[in-house]
């Protein structure tokens, strides 16, 4: 979550009757196959920054599980099911809590382009950490980690939306298209990480270079630190695409009740009654997005696990890494986020209300997550088939664009935008509560209990299936909070 203009800037932005940088660009009038043509030449620096930054967080996120319950004897740490969901937990629920507080200093202090500069190089230090195998570094390497994130994460997101007018229905198709991107880092980082991390290949590698085969795993770490330090040069190299926004905001002295603030000034108005409601509905959603990401990250935990232990990971006799399994989310989001940001925008006035769409993403995820029963039934005759995870990740994933991509778009929408970074670091707060209980829900994985796996997969699938009926019910009320705002 890092992208955010000056508030002041992208206030001025969203009230002027032609937004800067998205009429006229070099971009819009290509044409062709360029996914940016309809867009602001703005988005494709920040698309290509956060695929390098979501290459970092998932390559490490797709081994972090797996070298904490890997035996010493192994390289790894040896951990408990359930003290490695725990860790697990913390970490990334920490992760997003630090968007709070680097939106809040990004909007008041440095502005949000220094804040991706200074998350990238901490985030960048904290994956290098890793890769030294003891562990004081191992806790201080996720302590950079989440230092870093705190400060790149919310300012990305924001900035996304700081191209687009409140009303321009380019904006959902912008945050799918930049989704994509996301994922075409998350889907990378498996297969680099994963094979440097656990493959028979690469360790047989280390072996004959004279080196342990068991510190794989820092490999892998070391990777994630590599795609970070691409990514910041590659923000460092675009800069000049986002001329004007992301500036140090300059505070002034006062401002009129009802007048706009000069771009690039700290605005102190009150809150409006429209904006409090607006603020309402986010807060109604925000509930929906705790529940969605509690279960959707159960691929970094317990899905994780049953890919490690109850999955048949060989294709044609030949094994391959169990983390790899964690690349078809983020591939099917790359096939199908450019089919969902047409869909939208072939909608137009028919195209459902956000709300609307966060109901549609509970749905696939409980279809997705309940597809997992059936299979731990199976799994006590012997591994079964990775088609099982693969389903399963395709449905998520249905949801996930859904919900995802439209739940940044709506907070950049419904917020006011002289707090566009500090909401977006409170929504993230969100995945901060969502990713501890998927931690302390992942830890409860135990692979030689198909009764406990039926419960777990089965309570969420319910859980989440229940959650979707009661926001169908809530959906005319909270477009009544959005005061006339899809």
């Not at 901490?122 to 950079?144: E, K």
């Not at 380019?170 to 656990?198: E, H, T």
């Not at 300059?250 to 429209?274: L, V, W």
Request: glycine share 12%.
């Amino acid at each position: 979550m890092v992208e955010s203009c000056g508030y002041k800037l992208a206030r001025l932005v969203n009230q002027i009757d032609s937004p800067v940088e998205n009429v006229g660009t070099r971009e819009e009038k290509a044409g062709g196959l360029n996914i940016f043509a309809a867009h602001p030449r703005g988005l494709p620096t920040l698309f290509f920054t956060e695929l390098w930054e979501r290459f970092s967080y998932y390559g490490m996120r797709a081994l972090l599980v797996l070298y904490m319950v890997a035996l010493p004897k192994e390289g790894g740490l040896g951990f408990t099911n359930d003290h490695a969901g725990d860790i697990y937990g913390t970490y990334t629920m920490m992760v997003y809590m630090m968007s709070l507080p680097g939106g809040f200093i990004a909007d008041r202090y440095i502005g949000q382009k220094l804040s991706i500069i200074l998350g990238g190089i901490v985030i960048a230090l904290g994956h290098f950490t890793l890769a030294v195998p003891t562990m004081f570094t191992f806790y201080a390497g996720l302590a950079l980690i989440v230092i870093g994130t705190g400060f790149l994460k919310p300012n990305v997101s924001t900035m996304v939306g700081s191209l687009y007018k409140t009303d321009d229905h380019r904006r959902d198709s912008g945050f799918s298209i930049y989704y994509m991107g996301i994922n075409i880092g998350a889907s990378l980082a498996p297969i680099v990480c994963g094979f440097l991390a656990q493959s028979d290949e690469f360790k047989g590698f280390l072996s004959k270079m004279g080196l342990d085969p068991n510190s794989s795993w820092h490999w892998g770490f070391a990777a994630a630190g590599v795609g970070m330090t691409i990514g910041l040069l590659t923000f460092l190299a675009q800069l000049k695409h986002l001329e004007g926004h992301g500036d140090k905001p300059r505070p002034t002295a006062t401002t009129a009740p009802n007048s706009a603030p000069e771009a690039g000034n700290a605005d102190t108005r009150k809150m409006t009654t429209q904006e409090w409601k607006r603020i309402g509905a986010l807060a109604v959603l925000f509930v929906f997005w705790i529940m969605f990401w509690s279960v959707y990250e159960q691929g970094g935990t317990s899905l994780n696990l049953f890919a490690d232990k109850l999955t048949d990971c060989t294709f044609f006799g030949w094994h391959f890494p169990s983390s790899w399994l964690q690349t078809y989310q983020s591939l099917f989001v790359i096939g199908l986020a450019p089919v969902f940001s047409w869909l939208w925008i072939k909608m137009g006035d028919k195209e459902p209300s956000s709300p609307a769409k966060f109901g549609f993403g509970l749905f696939f995820l409980a279809l997705g997550i309940s597809l997992m029963v059936p299979a731990s039934i199976l799994a006590q005759h012997g591994k079964v088939s990775a088609f099982w995870l693969i389903a399963c990740y395709l449905l998520q994933v249905l949801g996930e664009l859904c919900l995802s991509p439209v739940g940044l778009s709506t907070v950049t929408k419904l917020a006011p935008v002289r707090f566009a970074s500090l909401a977006m670091g409170a929504w993230f707060l969100g995945n901060a509560i969502a990713n501890k209980i998927a931690g302390v829900l992942g830890g409860k994985f135990d692979q030689n209990d198909t009764h406990t796996l039926v419960t777990l997969f089965g309570g969420m699938g319910i859980s989440v299936f229940i959650s979707a009926i009661i926001l169908a019910a809530l959906i005319p009320r909270v477009r009544k909070l959005m005061s006339g705002i899809h």
